[in-house]
């Protein structure tokens, strides 16, 4: 380490990083912004208080605690790759010559991370939306749901039936754009995203969610889900969505 608190590695990196910037045509200054230090921020891994309002509000539908415990260890799952994966693209060489689409490091943690991030988003939603009064939906998410589905009724065969068609996720998107609702197949987390959509009610069908206490019947454990719906939470995430 010299007087100025560079060292010579740092000394010589900086010299090969300019000249393939100068390389590229890049102004200088973005060099220095690839020197930075880059701040990793990380997600909220979720605790036991996450899932209690779930506990409470789904026993009455047959939906054990045994099966949200067990569910809060996946989600805290998806919270740590989420995390592991950010600070190791902090980390990662971004010299284009080492990308590549048949495998690279970069691919695969992008890719990776689009599994990792949706399965958190996902059961942030799933969890935050669970544990209501279920029935109709109320206010601004039952005036969107009639608009586009004519009515509640028709929502929610709608949505039973995409929940049935669906491997891993069922989606209520709010289109900002169109101000409107719509029920998507997500499938895997890191498939079918359509873009202006927000998430604002996610149904987690993937047999984690309810094999122990339905065992294969997803359609009894959809039933019961649509107990136990917390529109008032719904209603929140549209309202968030439309600031
Ligand atoms: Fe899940």
Redesign the pocket.
């Known amino acids: 380490m010299d007087n100025d608190g560079i060292s010579r590695r740092d000394a010589l990196l900086a010299g090969a990083g300019l000249a393939a910037f100068a390389g590229l045509g890049l102004p200088s200054n973005l060099l220095q912004t690839k020197e930075k230090k880059m701040e990793v921020k990380l997600v909220r891994v979720p605790e036991h208080a996450d899932i209690e309002k779930a506990i409470a509000g789904t026993a009455g539908v047959g939906m054990s605690a045994k099966t949200h415990e067990e569910?809060l260890k996946?989600?805290q799952g998806y919270a740590n790759k989420t995390n592991e994966i950010r600070k190791a693209l902090a980390e990662l060489d971004t010299d284009p010559a080492k990308a590549n689409q048949i495998y690279s490091p970069m691919r695969a943690l992008k890719v990776n991370y689009a599994f990792a991030y949706g399965?958190y988003v996902?059961?942030n939603v799933?969890f935050q939306t669970l544990g209501g009064k279920g029935g109709p939906a109320t206010g601004e998410a039952a005036r969107l749901i009639n608009a586009a589905y004519g009515s509640f009724e028709h929502w929610a065969a709608d949505w039973k039936a995409t929940g049935i068609a669906g491997r891993?996720w069922v989606y209520l998107g709010y289109d900002s754009e169109l101000d409107e609702v719509r029920t998507f197949i997500g499938d895997a987390q890191d498939t079918f995203p359509t873009w202006n959509n927000h998430l604002v009610l996610a149904m987690?069908v993937?047999e984690?969610?309810y094999y122990l206490d339905f065992q294969t019947a997803r359609a009894k454990y959809i039933d019961a889900y649509m107990q136990v719906i917390d529109w008032d939470a719904v209603n929140a995430r549209i309202a968030a969505a439309k600031r």
């Open positions: 569910h996946l989600w399965g996902n059961h799933y891993g987690d993937y984690h969610a």
